[in-house]
T-cell receptor, first 115, second 111 residues
Framework: GAVVSQHPSWVICKSGTSVKIECRSLDFQATTMFWYRQFPKQSLMLMATSNEGSKATYEQGVEKDKFLINHASLTLSTLTVTSAHPEDSSFYIC???????????FGAGSRLTVL | GESVGLHLPTLSVQEGDNSIINCAYSNSASDYFIWYKQESGKGPQFIIDIRSNMDKRQGQRVTVLLNKTVKHLSLQIAATQPGDSAVYFCADYSGYSTLTFGKGTMLLVSP
């Protein structure tokens, strides 16, 4: 079946630094990848939709200059949290779909803690 | 799905009981619905889906019921096991929209 891998699964960084999270589709090419953020005891909130070779589409209220998304290939999308602050601490989850008729496959998530 | 709340509703059941988890959605144009299971510290895992032209779909130990009139979705888990303990989310699609997650329900199964 389709597998989506995220790396790192857990990262701690100092306030003001930038952190990059990778999302890879291991056995399929993903035309579209999605990035979600999940705070404790809350649901997943879509941050942005990433299409290979084009600019990401951000949801309302998500700062595109703070959360940089790059989808340079059909198997890799990256989310960079720039100048991270403690309030950015969260569980970041990506998902990928082969095409619009396909069910989304989710990664295992990346837990970011900003000190 | 509904707007996000700050606290997850919890359903506690005994092992072997049947569990029913409910979800309300708000978009009347939604035509595809999915139930996901999320264990602690992991990403969502697909359980079962249903399209709007159906009102019931069964899988292994799970059944999804869809009532479009009242915009309500439920997940029934038969003979619940401790391994079923997790947070369950419904999610819906409408046409060209992206997947929207409901608030989630925590299922706790006691041995």
């Amino acid at each position: 079946g389709a597998v989506v891998s995220q790396h790192p699964s857990w990262v701690i960084c100092k306030s003001g630094t930038s952190v990059k999270i990778e999302c890879r589709s291991l056995d399929f090419q993903a035309t579209t990848m999605f990035w979600y953020r999940q705070f404790p005891k809350q649901s997943l909130m879509l941050m942005a939709t990433s299409n290979e070779g084009s600019k990401a589409t951000y949801e309302q209220g998500v700062e595109k200059d703070k959360f940089l998304i790059n989808h340079a290939s059909l198997t890799l999308s990256t989310l960079t949290v720039t100048s991270a602050h403690p309030e950015d601490s969260s569980f970041y989850i990506c998902s990928a779909e082969k095409d619009s008729s396909d069910v989304l496959t989710f990664g295992a998530g990346s837990r970011l803690t900003v000190l | 799905g509904e707007s996000v709340g700050l606290h997850l509703p919890t359903l506690s059941v005994q092992e072997g009981d049947n569990s029913i988890i409910n979800c309300a959605y708000s978009n009347s144009a939604s035509d595809y619905f999915i139930w996901y299971k999320q264990e602690s510290g992991k990403g969502p895992q697909f359980i079962i889906d249903i399209r709007s032209n159906m009102d019931k779909r069964q899988g292994q130990r799970v059944t999804v019921l869809l009532n479009k009139t009242v915009k309500h979705l439920s997940l029934q888990i038969a003979a619940t096991q401790p391994g079923d303990s997790a947070v369950y989310f419904c999610a819906d699609y409408s046409g060209y929209s992206t997947l929207t997650f409901g608030k989630g329900t925590m299922l706790l199964v006691s041995p």
